[in-house]
Nanobody, 120 residues
């Protein structure tokens, strides 16, 4: 059984920084793309950043230049470094990963989310 577990959320002042981590565990054959999504109260879930197994990245326009996604393939872990945080970054952040449990069997997995609150 595969699990994604996020950590690193919390309360931070505007302009501050946080680093989110997400570890994938279980019976994993390989992991393709990994990413971070967020959902603010009353809004739909949106893509924040994603990274391929080869290290190619893409970001939402709203976080470009402030957030950096990275991954450690040996540790099945993806990170999101968030700098210059704004109140509008407040949301529950979810980890997502395309995980294969065998060479031919894969699906998307989601973590339970970690809350990031940006407020003075």
């Amino acid at each position: 059984q595969v699990q994604l577990v996020e950590s690193g959320g919390g309360l931070v002042q505007p302009g501050g920084s946080l680093r989110l981590s997400c570890v994938a565990s279980g019976s994993i054959f390989s992991i393709n793309a990994m990413g971070w999504y967020r959902q603010a109260p009353g809004k739909e879930r949106e893509l924040v950043a994603a990274i391929t197994s080869g290290g190619s990245t893409n970001y939402a326009d709203s976080v470009k230049g402030r957030f950096t996604i990275s991954r450690d393939n040996a540790k099945n872990t993806v990170y999101l470094q968030m700098n210059s945080l704004k109140p509008e970054d407040t949301a529950v952040y979810y980890c997502n990963a395309a995980i294969f449990v065998t060479r031919y069997s894969g699906m998307d997995y989601w973590g339970k989310g970690t809350l990031v609150t940006v407020s003075s």
